[in-house]
């Protein structure tokens, strides 16, 4: 996985920026009741998404948490006195403190399982009867866009999809919540050039083809091949779910 304090300062530049943030801020908060008082954003990360989710709805009280310090650090810039450094899964909040819970880009890069299910869990216990978690799900599918990149790695060594929205209702479903609402939006400026898959080869983004091992540089060498190395494929697109807590 990557060092995410080391990320930080790179982070949003290399996610797509402000225009991927404005496309997954407008989706989630179409998926969060209008009446929503108290906001937690879970994994904020750089606080990008999290700044537009407060000015979209000034009545809109919004809390963001990251483990990272250095994330938690330029979020804290974006959003003065409502960032905390917290692990989502052990939050620090009493049960029913807010009226809708957001994780966007964050259960696709925990360790298994049990990890999941804890964060799905916490982000249900601090939501109040007839809160709303909302949810990224099925990332890594998402960059699969049918591109001659694609095709290249297709035979690559996958980690399992922790993120896979069957599992993620099937933990929702357990922890009380019921499924809401399914949506979508574009990542923008994130289509693969294969000139940055490359990059992204050789700077750990495959979790399970590490920097400078052989079979990573034959899947770099294949890239290489490819025609147009710095024309960008289609953006991806990612999904988002959203599950209701009963009253």
């Known amino acids: 996985m990557l060092d995410y304090d080391k990320e930080a300062d790179a982070y949003d530049a290399t996610r797509g920026g402000e225009p991927r943030a404005a496309a997954a801020a407008a989706t989630v908060l179409g998926l969060v009741p209008a009446g929503a008082r108290r906001l937690l954003d879970v994994a904020c990360g750089t606080g990008i998404v999290t700044r537009r989710l407060a000015a979209a709805r000034p009545a809109l009280r919004v809390t963001g948490a990251d483990l990272a310090y250095g994330m938690a650090r330029i979020a804290a810039g974006r959003l003065p006195g409502a960032i905390v ?114 990059a992204d080869l050789r700077r750990g983004w495959f979790t399970r083809l590490p920097p400078g091992d052989p079979l990573a540089e034959r899947f770099a060498a294949r890239l290489a091949a490819l025609p147009d190395q710095d024309r960008p494929r289609p953006d991806p697109v990612f999904t988002v779910l959203a599950f209701r807590k009963a009253d």
């Not at 807010?98 to 994780?103: I, R």
């Not at 360790?111 to 999941?116: A, L, M, N």
């Not at 007839?130 to 799900?137: K, S, W």
Request: charged share 25%; aromatic share 6%; hydrophobic share 40%.
């Open 85 to 198: 450094l917290a692990d989502s899964r052990r939050l620090p909040f009493p049960d029913g403190t807010f009226d809708a819970v957001t994780s966007v880009w964050l259960l696709h890069l925990l360790d298994g399982p049990g990890d999941v299910r804890s964060v799905v869990a916490e982000c249900a216990r601090v939501l109040r009867p007839g809160g709303v978690y909302v949810t990224t799900a099925d990332k890594a599918a998402a960059h699969d866009v049918d591109s001659d990149i694609d095709a290249v790695l297709a035979p690559r060594p996958r980690r399992p999809a922790q993120d896979a929205a069957e599992t993620i209702t099937s933990y929702a479903v357990d922890c009380g919540l019921d499924f809401a609402a399914r949506a979508g939006f574009p990542g923008l400026g994130q289509g693969r050039s294969p000139r940055s898959t490359i």
